[in-house]
């Protein structure tokens, strides 16, 4: 038996086993995922209220050989847990930068921003602020219009370190956004402290925007908020028209969601982003 905290003794069991065994599977999957090229990356347009795109959020994907397509929530939280998101994370970050690189040469689309997920283990190892500037270095993709979504956690815990990595990065002009905001524990105070550029309302309260009078109040304080912190606010999860007006109506200038198109591989995005511009 080992010997856990506060005197409780926990025995070892076979289920145990079978989850250390899953956890030493997964961790060779991925790797190997990694190394056989199976992971990609989609992008969904964000737009203004005038219907402009004024950019994308990268999306993790992993095309498995069995099991096809896998979403980033079933293997997220189990990367994050065996630290494989800083090798992941690396490779998303440069994917994403080379992509955006190669579309800030193309006269026919408009500059855009790249949104990048970044998990709170990836954002708090000791060599983030390095392995950004070094991406961007490597790939050419300007500083500006790479923006990186964060979450609410990296406010609670550790937050001078937190704010002092967000310094460090802003000062070569990449910005943040706090993503899923609403749903986690972060304090005004707080808030107000983080050399943030834009809040992203989370999905669950767009959703039921127009049949919850309690989510239509929490989003109408962020919009405030955001409005007098002095922020941009976008929604996520748009898949209505209703739902896009009621938002427009409320102050919200910036929007994402199935409304508009699914998140889509380069060449698609690509192709939606040409044939939006010119029409
Ligand atoms: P998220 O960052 O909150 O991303 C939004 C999720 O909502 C995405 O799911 C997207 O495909 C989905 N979505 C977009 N529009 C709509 C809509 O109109 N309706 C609905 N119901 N859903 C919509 P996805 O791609 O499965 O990603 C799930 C989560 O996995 C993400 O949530 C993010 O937390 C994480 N993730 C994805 N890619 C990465 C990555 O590269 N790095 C890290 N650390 N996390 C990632
Ligand atoms: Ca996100
Ligand atoms: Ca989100
Ligand atoms: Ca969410």
Redesign the pocket.
């Given at each position: 038996a080992k010997m856990a905290g506060r005197s409780t003794l926990r025995f070892f069991n076979p289920g145990m086993q079978k989850a250390v065994d899953e956890h030493v599977a997964f961790e060779a999957d991925l790797r190997s995922a990694l190394a056989q090229q199976e992971f990609s990356?989609?992008y969904?347009p964000q737009l203004n209220a005038r219907g402009q795109i004024l950019g994308v959020?990268?999306?993790?994907?992993w095309t498995q050989p069995r099991r096809g397509m896998v979403?980033?929530?079933e293997f997220?939280p189990a990367?994050?847990e065996t630290g494989l998101?800083l090798p992941?994370?690396r490779w998303?970050l440069h994917t994403?930068c080379t992509r955006l690189a190669a579309w800030q040469k193309q006269p026919d689309l408009a500059p855009l921003t790249m949104a990048?997920?970044?998990?709170p283990r990836?954002f708090r190892d000791a060599g983030f602020v390095a392995d950004v500037l070094r991406v961007l270095a490597v790939t050419g993709a300007p500083a500006a219009q790479l923006k990186l979504?964060l979450?609410e956690s990296l406010l609670v815990e550790d937050m001078a370190k937190t704010i002092a990595t967000m310094e460090a990065l802003r000062a070569h002009g990449v910005s943040f956004s706090l993503?899923?905001f609403g749903t986690g524990y972060s304090s005004l105070t707080y808030l107000k402290r983080m050399p943030l550029g834009q809040l992203?309302i989370?999905?669950g309260f767009?959703?039921d925007l127009l049949s919850d009078p309690n989510d239509a109040a929490i989003v109408r304080t962020i919009v405030a908020l955001a409005d007098s912190l002095g922020l941009e606010v976008i929604a996520?999860?748009?898949?209505t028209e209703e739902q896009r007006h009621w938002l427009a109506q409320a102050g919200c200038q910036a929007y994402?969601?199935?409304?508009f198109s699914?998140?889509l591989p380069a060449q698609e995005v690509e192709q939606l982003m040409q044939s939006h511009i010119s029409a």
């Open positions: 990356l989609h969904q959020e990268a999306l993790l994907r979403s980033p929530a997220i990367a994050e998101i992941l994370g998303v994403a990048v997920n970044v998990s990836q979504e979450t993503d899923d992203k989370d999905q767009v959703h996520e999860g748009v898949e994402q969601g199935y409304l699914k998140p």
